[in-house]
């Protein structure tokens, strides 16, 4: 179905077509930095660049783009990012009309564009109403054949892409969809020159000098145009990291604070963006050439729980640090709690457990307050010092509230990640212990969230428990664009501020979560007798072995 053209175009300066497209082939290793269009009559700017290709010549009044590799050659392209306007949008065109086109796939950062089977292929601008505000076609020349100004090209129907994830996943070769662009015939011809004949008249291509100009032209240009071996996955190797080949999929990991978005992958020539799946053609062992999903992650520093990790945060240091407070130099107010984090060596436990408040005069102390905080373990940082900002966030002077204390609020979320993993795996066991709260239960969390820009969730992965389970391995998928757990709206400690995005937005901080109780970040309780408010079980304990992010 083709979308209505729109009465009159609009003026945007085509500066370059993909921010950062990465070329997949092994000899593209420069870009062009030249602007397609020129920036006459600009009100508004889209982003277009060809990383490894060079501009050979161009018709703006024909919307026609002639390109050439600049090194090698290209068997596809991947969209690393795209900057448009507005709320404008690309396709890849599903034919050959240069005025109405139909549309093919959208356009979005992680698509591989395969050119493979084509010379061409064409971009359809939509602006915010979905009218089309332009069509560029893309054209260069078939390795085999020089360009002439009357050759015929395939349609840009042939140009084939995938998208490298879908709404629930990060792209793996598992989950990720690909499919051909429809619609568009190749009408591709291939524009030998008749000169490769001449000369043989009479059966012989030989002169008086030896062998015809013609034959040595042709073996020249083979030469020259001959398309490079592919590299061999047995010599794919990175510096400071670790190359893994299972199945189809290549997987790179590379340590915390790596760039991601330049991996220079031994033995290619060119670095790649890899925080999205790229798709490579290689060799294996037999000697085959096939296409592979290729990714590069990270784990998270000290996810093996052997020791304590300044990337973790954890509110158990508080919890065992004696807080004290005077009011009229007369009445001494004392919180007292206990550490709920214990370590081995290879694993750690959290624990919820009651704080107590206390008064009296000099050391003659009497527990009047109890509430139940629980264990926490956290990628981020916590503020608090001692168990008087446990029991009240908020004080400061007078007499301590029995009021709930929101100690959430004192925690900081997340640290910088740009990876984008498909799963996580913990290996845990969790001992339950009921409370009596209907409306705040006893049971434990552990979750992931990768969140983008302006507090954009991309990304969750969550699970609880409200029995007792045995020490095991659990795997939890994470949901690109969804919050099927309710991690958003169901009371939980994360950071303010976030909303649900998309799944498409690139990720800038990962937030993980381990929780003895799920609802004991509000520190409830109070006199004696209020145990009911309690938001957790007492001396409910949730114990981590492992936890590896998968890509």
Known sequence: MKIARATKFLRWNMAALFACVASLWVGCSESSEKPLFPEDEISEEMELKLSGWKVDSLDTDAKVVYVKPAKGWLDSLVVDSLAL??????????DDDLVDPALGEKLVPGMVISTKDTNQFSIVALDSYNRIAGVWLVVWELPETPKSSDSKVASSGDARSSSSETADSAGSSETGSSSDSSAGTSSGSSSDSSSGESGTSGGSSESAGGESS???????????????????????????????????????EMPYGSDLSSIQLISLDTANNLIRPVEMEFEDAEGNVGTYSVVAGVQLPGSDFSARNDFWATTSDAMATEGRATVAYVTNYR?????????????????????????????????????????FYFVGAYSGSDAKNIYDVDYSSGTPSTDDSYIAKDMTF???????????????????????????????????????????????????????????????????????????????????????????????????????????????????????????GENSSLTLDDFKLIY
């Not at 306007?85 to 065109?93: H, T």
């Open 335 to 375: 919180f007292k709690a206990e550490d709920n984090l214990s370590e081995n060596g290879e694993s750690l436990s959290l624990s919820s457990k009651i704080v107590t408040c206390g008064w009296g005069v000099s050391n003659a102390i009497i527990d009047g307050s109890w509430k139940l905080a629980g264990g």
């Open 214 to 252: 013609s034959s040595e032209e042709n073996d020249s240009s083979s030469s020259e145009t001959a398309q490079p071996q592919a590299v061999k996955l047995a010599d794919l190797s990175v510096d400071g990291g670790t190359v893994t080949v299972e199945g189809t999929k290549v997987y790179v």
């Open 85 to 94: 306007p507005g709320s404008s949008s690309l396709y890849l065109a599903a």
């Open 414 to 536: 997340g640290k910088p990640f740009t990876a984008r993993p498909t799963a996580f795996t913990v290996k845990y066991s969790y001992t339950h212990e009921a409370n009596s709260s209907s409306s705040y239960p006893q049971k434990s969390l552990v979750y992931v969230m990768l969140v983008g820009e302006n507090g954009k969730v991309v990304a969750t992965g969550a699970f609880s428990d409200n029995a007792s389970t045995d020490m095991a391995e659990r795997k939890v998928q994470l949901s690109y664009g969804a919050d099927p757990f309710g991690l958003l709206s169901g009371g939980y400690a994360i950071a303010e501020g976030l909303t649900l995005g998309t799944g498409d937005e690139d990720v800038t901080t990962i937030h993980v979560m381990f929780a003895s109780s799920a609802y004991a970040h509000v520190v409830a309780g109070g006199t004696a007798g209020n145990s009911g408010k309690y938001r957790g």
